[in-house]
Protein backbone atom coordinates (compact mmCIF):
# COMPACT_ATOMS: atom_id res chain seq x y z
CA UNK A 1 0.00 0.00 0.00
CA UNK A 2 1.28 3.95 -0.73
CA UNK A 3 -0.23 6.73 0.17
CA UNK A 4 1.22 9.72 -1.76
CA UNK A 5 0.78 13.54 -0.14
CA UNK A 6 1.17 16.94 -2.50
CA UNK A 7 2.40 20.37 -0.91
CA UNK A 8 4.10 23.09 -2.09
CA UNK A 9 0.97 24.83 -3.95
CA UNK A 10 -0.41 28.53 -3.45
CA UNK A 11 -0.72 31.55 -5.43
CA UNK A 12 2.14 32.37 -7.57
CA UNK A 13 2.40 35.63 -9.74
CA UNK A 14 2.49 34.76 -13.48
CA UNK A 15 6.00 34.61 -14.32
CA UNK A 16 7.08 33.70 -11.37
CA UNK A 17 8.56 30.20 -10.24
CA UNK A 18 6.86 27.19 -8.38
CA UNK A 19 8.08 23.95 -6.63
CA UNK A 20 6.14 21.31 -5.67
CA UNK A 21 6.99 18.05 -3.89
CA UNK A 22 5.15 14.71 -3.10
CA UNK A 23 5.99 12.35 -0.23
CA UNK A 24 5.15 8.60 -0.36
CA UNK A 25 4.63 6.61 2.59
CA UNK A 26 4.51 2.79 3.13
CA UNK A 27 6.49 0.70 0.59
CA UNK A 28 9.58 2.80 -1.96
CA UNK A 29 8.39 3.11 -5.30
CA UNK A 30 12.03 3.17 -6.36
CA UNK A 31 10.88 0.83 -8.96
CA UNK A 32 8.22 2.19 -10.09
CA UNK A 33 7.53 5.31 -12.69
CA UNK A 34 5.61 8.34 -11.10
CA UNK A 35 3.60 11.51 -12.39
CA UNK A 36 2.04 14.73 -12.53
CA UNK A 37 -1.05 15.64 -13.49
CA UNK A 38 -3.75 19.04 -12.76
CA UNK A 39 -6.94 19.58 -12.88
CA UNK A 40 -8.39 22.74 -13.43
CA UNK A 41 -12.32 23.38 -12.70
CA UNK A 42 -14.21 21.78 -14.83
CA UNK A 43 -11.83 20.20 -17.14
CA UNK A 44 -10.77 16.14 -17.09
CA UNK A 45 -7.49 15.64 -15.27
CA UNK A 46 -4.38 16.31 -17.36
CA UNK A 47 -0.80 14.91 -18.03
CA UNK A 48 1.77 17.33 -16.81
CA UNK A 49 5.32 14.91 -16.44
CA UNK A 50 6.40 11.24 -16.01
CA UNK A 51 9.59 9.91 -14.82
CA UNK A 52 11.02 6.28 -14.48
CA UNK A 53 13.01 5.03 -12.06
CA UNK A 54 15.95 5.76 -14.59
CA UNK A 55 15.54 9.20 -14.64
CA UNK A 56 14.03 9.55 -18.08
CA UNK A 57 11.25 11.88 -18.19
CA UNK A 58 8.71 12.94 -20.59
CA UNK A 59 6.24 16.11 -20.79
CA UNK A 60 3.13 17.71 -22.05
CA UNK A 61 3.09 20.23 -24.99
CA UNK A 62 1.94 22.94 -22.99
CA UNK A 63 4.86 22.70 -20.06
CA UNK A 64 7.97 21.19 -21.62
CA UNK A 65 10.67 23.94 -21.79
CA UNK A 66 8.92 24.97 -18.22
CA UNK A 67 8.20 22.54 -16.07
CA UNK A 68 11.04 20.18 -14.53
CA UNK A 69 9.81 16.72 -12.82
CA UNK A 70 12.82 14.91 -10.12
CA UNK A 71 12.66 12.52 -7.91
CA UNK A 72 14.79 11.38 -5.12
CA UNK A 73 14.38 7.84 -4.43
CA UNK A 74 15.81 7.59 -0.85
CA UNK A 75 12.99 10.05 0.49
CA UNK A 76 10.47 8.50 -1.35
CA UNK A 77 9.93 11.94 -3.00
CA UNK A 78 8.54 13.30 -5.96
CA UNK A 79 9.16 17.10 -7.41
CA UNK A 80 7.72 19.72 -9.77
CA UNK A 81 9.80 22.29 -10.55
CA UNK A 82 7.99 25.19 -12.90
CA UNK A 83 9.45 28.32 -14.01
CA UNK A 84 7.48 31.17 -16.16
CA UNK A 85 4.46 30.04 -14.86
CA UNK A 86 0.97 31.58 -16.67
CA UNK A 87 -2.64 31.70 -15.61
CA UNK A 88 -3.21 28.83 -17.71
CA UNK A 89 -0.83 26.75 -14.78
CA UNK A 90 -3.65 27.51 -12.40
CA UNK A 91 -5.05 23.89 -11.05
CA UNK A 92 -5.08 21.52 -8.61
CA UNK A 93 -1.79 18.97 -8.96
CA UNK A 94 -1.98 15.55 -7.94
CA UNK A 95 1.37 12.85 -7.81
CA UNK A 96 0.50 9.92 -9.03
CA UNK A 97 2.36 6.59 -8.70
CA UNK A 98 2.69 2.69 -10.26
CA UNK A 99 1.53 2.93 -13.88
CA UNK A 100 -0.31 -0.41 -14.76
CA UNK A 101 -0.50 0.39 -18.31
CA UNK A 102 1.98 1.50 -20.67
CA UNK A 103 0.43 4.89 -21.47
CA UNK A 104 1.71 7.37 -18.83
CA UNK A 105 -0.45 9.98 -20.13
CA UNK A 106 -3.38 8.39 -19.39
CA UNK A 107 -5.03 8.98 -15.95
CA UNK A 108 -6.62 6.01 -15.55
CA UNK A 109 -3.10 3.80 -16.35
CA UNK A 110 -2.03 4.79 -12.59
CA UNK A 111 -2.44 3.20 -9.23
CA UNK A 112 -1.79 5.67 -6.62
CA UNK A 113 -3.29 9.02 -5.97
CA UNK A 114 -2.41 11.97 -3.61
CA UNK A 115 -5.14 14.86 -2.42
CA UNK A 116 -3.84 17.18 -4.28
CA UNK A 117 -2.40 20.59 -3.88
CA UNK A 118 -3.70 23.78 -5.12
CA UNK A 119 -1.68 26.18 -7.29
CA UNK A 120 -3.08 29.26 -8.69
CA UNK A 121 -1.49 31.66 -10.82
CA UNK A 122 -2.67 35.48 -10.71
CA UNK A 123 -2.38 37.48 -13.87
Known amino acids: QVQLVESGGGLVEAGGSLRLSCVASGRTLRRNAMAWFRQAPGQEREFVATIWSGGVSKYADSVKGRFTISRVNAKNTLYLQGNSVKPEDTAVYYC?????????????????WGQGTQVTVSS
Open 96 to 112: AAEVLRAVVTDATAWKY
